[in-house]
């Protein structure tokens, strides 16, 4: 996404000199730039995810920056911590670039606030009317039973979330319901939100040589790339959950590889999209990553003008890989 008038890119993909950032997920914000801006609160993350020595400077939500004459300003996109749906406005024309958003208001995220545009870009992950979220009171007292209900059985319930924005959503739900230890991908991600001024529940380091009888019958929150690890299977009377949007169709294949699964989702459901469109009252929708041409079709069915635009973004929810989150001993 490149903006003409003001000569910098929005998420891009390939090395660029002036890149701004919606969110510190790794399909949006990439190694090479050669000067990045982004919200404040994705600032520490980028340089954790990133580099400590990147050029970069941030801005608090809603205050604007004039580069060649576009006005720009981060709004809250409600997405994971530090995530910000980009305006861009020039000679009276308003875009708004969302990068990925939620419309269900969490315990964690800023919630994501409609803004008026003439031109919309969004997401459509969830772009079927399949997909609609419960709220997060119901999801909380599902993974809370699930985990008596396993110490019932003496088991250790293990949950499966990327490290930045899953995981700390996961910790918010399960809050006070047992001691909480996480993957060291996961603590690292939480210190620097931490030390950014922003609270998280307490969760301890877990590592390979963790004494099971600090996990046994706890909780433990581990990135994707450890299912089916060795450090996984030296858990005793492990029950492994994944938590993913797309739990919502049981039928998914990774719903094979688990032992149950919550429907957590850091993005908008059908009805979100929907509702996210029309409070904008664009005269011009872009449809980027996901069901993008369902979704575009929709739109358009309703009497919204919509295109689809396909990108290099993810196509499966939160597509972060990092491959150093998996230890040389998995």
Not at 50 to 59: A, Y
Not at 71 to 83: D, E, N, Q, V
Not at 114 to 143: A, N, R
Request: hydrophobic share 40%; charged share 20%.
């Amino acid at each position: 996404m490149y903006c003409i008038p003001g000569n910098f890119y929005l998420d891009p993909w390939g090395k660029v000199d002036y890149a701004v950032i919606s969110h510190g997920h790794a399909d949006h914000a990439r190694w090479g730039m050669k000067h990045y801006l982004c919200v404040d609160d994705s600032k520490a993350i980028l340089k954790h995810r990133i580099g400590q020595d990147i050029s970069i400077e941030s801005l608090p939500y809603g205050i604007t920056k004039t580069i060649n004459g576009v006005k720009l300003s981060f709004h809250p996109a409600g997405h994971i911590i530090g995530s910000a749906q980009i305006r861009l406005e020039y000679k009276g024309h308003v875009t708004v670039f969302t990068g990925d958003y939620k419309t269900n208001a969490d315990s964690l995220t800023i919630p994501f606030q409609p803004v008026k545009c003439h031109t919309f870009i969004t997401e459509s992950t969830f772009g079927l009317p399949i997909y609609h979220w419960q709220e997060d009171s119901v999801i909380q007292q599902q993974m809370q039973n699930w985990v008596y209900s396993n110490q019932k059985q003496n088991k250790t319930s293990v949950f499966v979330g990327y490290s930045l924005g899953k995981s700390q959503r996961i910790m918010s739900l399960l809050d006070g319901c047992a001691p909480m230890l996480v993957h060291n991908a996961i603590f690292q991600l939480n210190e620097v939100i931490r030390n950014s001024g922003m609270k998280l529940p307490q969760a301890d380091l877990w590592q390979a040589t963790t004494d099971k009888n600090l996990i046994q019958n706890n909780i433990l929150i581990v990135p994707p790339a450890l299912i089916g690890s060795n450090m996984i299977k030296r858990i005793p009377n492990a029950a492994i959950a994944l938590c993913s949007g797309w739990m919502q169709v049981r039928g998914h294949r990774r719903w094979q590889a688990v032992d149950a699964g919550f429907v957590v989702s850091d993005h908008a459901d059908w009805n979100g999209l929907i509702s996210a469109v029309k409070a904008t009252e664009a005269e011009q929708v872009y449809v980027t990553h996901g069901y993008q041409e369902t979704f575009a079709r929709y739109l358009n069915e309703i009497g919204i003008p919509a295109a689809e635009v396909k990108t290099e973004y993810g196509t499966k929810e939160d597509t972060e890989t990092n491959a150093t989150e998996l230890p040389k001993s998995a």
